[in-house]
């Protein structure tokens, strides 16, 4: 409806195109001066004008289309059990590793023993230890799991575990088939040390 009209009101026929002269002093010649003294005044200001106008709502869309919610859900993603493991999906698998607190509880670590990729763990069985210069760390699987992957760099670097325990010291992935829904978001955790701290 509007294409016609604008088209009508321009002189031009909205079917075949051709010129079309309406009755002087109608509505439509009316129209159609006001819409080539529009016309004119647009083509005089240059085409920066109607550029400018369409540039706003792209750059609006772009800016609105960022994906600001990948790294929120990367970083709450993370989930903590009681036993101070921590997990973070990956794709199809599942990244674990321990919290910045218990590897500061078990100290400088000096060789970790990892399971072989394929094995298969029940919840809370233990999947690997870690064995610092004072004592040996249990680490538990949070939920029924088989082993995709280990931290091949853990043979070399153990102490990885210590200066980066939430990301290159990871231990194992692992491909979850039980309930993991008892894990702790961070902010639960955190007031879980917190209590554990005060008992010390």
Same mark, same amino acid.
């Given at each position: ?70 790294? +929120?859900?990367?970083? #709450? ?9 921590? @997990? *973070?999906?990956? =794709?199809? !698998? &599942? ?63 153990? +102490?990885?575990?210590? #200066? ?9 992935? @692992? *491909?979850?088939? =039980?309930? !993991? &829904? ?19």
């Amino acid at each position: 409806w509007l294409k016609s009209h604008l088209v009508e009101a321009t002189g031009v026929c909205s079917h075949c195109r051709c010129p079309q002269q309406p009755p002087p002093h109608s509505p439509t010649a009316t129209m159609a001066l006001v819409a080539r003294s529009v016309a004119s005044a647009l083509l005089r200001r240059g085409s920066g004008a109607s550029r400018s106008a369409f540039a706003a709502p792209r750059a609006h869309q772009m800016l609105s289309s960022r994906p600001y919610g990948i790294f +929120a859900r990367g970083f #709450s993603d993370v989930r903590f059990a009681k036993t101070h493991e921590w @997990v *973070r999906g990956e =794709g199809e !698998a &599942s990244v674990l590793g321990i919290s910045d607190f218990a590897q500061g509880q078990l100290g400088e670590v000096v060789y970790c023993d990892l399971p072989d990729e394929g094995a298969t763990f029940k919840a809370s069985e233990t999947i690997c230890t870690l064995e610092s210069v004072k004592a040996v760390g249990e680490v538990y699987a949070p939920a029924d799991c088989e082993v995709v992957a280990v931290n091949e760099k853990l043979g070399d670097e153990p +102490a990885l575990v210590n #200066s980066s325990p939430e990301s290159d010291g990871w231990l194992v992935k @692992v *491909r979850l088939s =039980g309930d !993991a &829904s008892g894990l702790m978001g961070r902010a639960e955790y955190d007031k879980l040390v917190e209590a554990e701290s005060k008992e010390e």
